[in-house]
């Protein structure tokens, strides 16, 4: 490809799109109480639950530094463009060091092309958007095409988010303890969306697991049509079977052109909590 598409470790990526393009990806931190590792790379999604088991303790997550983004910045051979997708400026702090990496780079080789999106998104939302630049760039975008498209585009996307256990937001501190246990005894599911800015706000509490998922389909026909020239990205919580189940009854009731499926790392997984679900999609351009 005549362009070089990143993103960080707040985004998860279908095997399909890293075999398409070479995404390249710069990992966030987890923190736990032994030590910090690098998402993705010192510790991948078996060894991450693996350590959640044995420790019963939830890590602390942190951006890359200016200086991860400069350093893979830097590896790009100087004459490919570099389009970079950043986790939602709404939930870290990774934008501004992304925004601040590709500085350090400019001020010492001002002549490279660079651009750095705040996405709005996380998870498969990324994913969604790296689908949309890679079929942009097939279809011979120039840079600064592709540069507005995708910003336009990160405007469109829907994400939303649906809970299994609140058991990770309580420890995480997310979730008052009182409250988090009023809801486990009532049964609660949480329906949770990307704000505008790309924040995280909860757009419902429904009780029960079916009925939890029948409205977080049902959000997807209040949000967007013309599925079928759509794509809808789907990310999960180490939870395949309930993800393939759900993205089947997504696809049944609206027809959309394709799918992405994808788990979610050690990011997403450590705030989502097990059985949590993403999907993403564009919604209708009013």
Avoid at 182 to 207: F, P, Q
Avoid at 275 to 280: D, F, K, P, T
């Amino acid at each position: 490809m005549n362009i070089q598409l990143m993103t960080d470790g707040g985004a998860d990526i279908p095997e399909r799109l890293r075999k398409k393009a070479d995404i390249i990806q710069v990992p966030l931190y987890l923190h736990f109480s032994d030590g910090q590792y690098k998402s993705g790379v010192d510790l991948d999604l078996p060894s991450f639950y693996k350590k959640i088991a044995e420790t019963n303790e939830l890590p602390r997550s942190s951006a890359p530094s200016p200086h991860d983004f400069y350093s893979a910045y830097k590896q790009i051979d100087k004459e490919v463009p570099i389009l970079m997708l950043s986790l939602t400026k709404g939930l870290s702090s990774t934008y501004e060091n992304a925004v601040a990496g590709m500085q350090l780079l400019l001020d010492e080789e001002p002549k490279r092309t660079i651009a750095v999106i705040n996405t709005k998104t996380a998870s498969c939302g990324i994913a969604l958007l790296l689908h949309e630049a890679i079929s942009k760039i097939e279809a011979n975008y120039t840079f600064t095409q592709l540069v507005n498209h995708l910003e336009g585009r990160a405007e469109q996307t829907a994400t939303l988010f649906v809970l299994k256990t609140l058991e990770n937001l309580i420890q995480g501190g997310r979730l008052d303890k009182v409250k988090g246990k009023i809801a486990k005894t009532l049964n609660i599911k949480l329906l949770m969306r990307a704000s505008r800015d790309g924040a995280i706000e909860v757009t419902e509490k429904v009780r029960g697991d079916k009925k939890s998922i029948r409205r977080f389909i049902d959000q997807i026909g209040e949000l967007t049509k013309n599925v079928e020239d759509k794509v809808i990205s789907l990310s999960h919580c180490n939870a395949e079977e309930r993800a393939k189940k759900v993205l089947s009854e997504i696809r049944e009731k609206y027809p959309f052109k394709d799918a992405l499926i994808m788990d979610t790392g050690p990011l997403i997984s450590t705030y989502g909590g097990e059985g949590a679900l993403v999907i993403s999609f564009f919604k209708h351009s009013k």
